[in-house]
């Protein structure tokens, strides 16, 4: 996933309540990091695909995961956050929920003051 792109969903999943953090993968390859109950956490976009899936980690071993969403390779910002935010995670093989729940208090957006300096100045502005 793009950087800017990831931020950009992060930030609108923390803006709901999500526990979203951008994972930085390796040199120009950057994930959603989605932090869930019982010290597991999802990793969107983490494959390297144009496509929407995920892997559900616990201590770096996987323990589900999110199947490919059809048709998401073609999905915008707004759809991207759609999928994310209506995932259910409760089964092995997660599933997309028919509506996402309702969204909880925002989380404060990650960097602070300093966000812009610890991109380099890349982040383009909001």
């Known amino acids: 996933m793009d950087e800017n792109r990831c ?6 999943l923390r803006d709901r309540g999500i526990d979203a ?12 990091k989605v932090l869930l109950d019982h010290g597991r956490e999802a990793l969107w976009g983490s494959e ?5 899936e995920a892997e559900v980690l616990l201590d770096g ?9 059809p048709g998401s390779a073609d999905f915008d910002e707004a759809q991207i956050i759609d999928a994310i935010a209506r995932a259910d995670y409760d089964e092995p ?8 729940p309702p969204p909880k208090p925002s989380l404060p957006r990650e960097g602070g003051i300093f966000r812009r300096f610890m991109g380099g100045m890349r982040e383009d502005a909001d």
């Open 61 to 69: 071993d996987l323990v589900g995961f999110i199947p490919e969403i």
């Open 93 to 100: 093989e997660g599933r997309e929920r028919s509506a996402a």
């Open 21 to 32: 953090h951008v994972a930085t993968l390796g040199v120009g390859s950057y994930a959603v």
């Open 48 to 52: 390297g695909t144009s496509s929407l």
């Open 7 to 12: 931020h950009h969903v992060v930030d609108a």
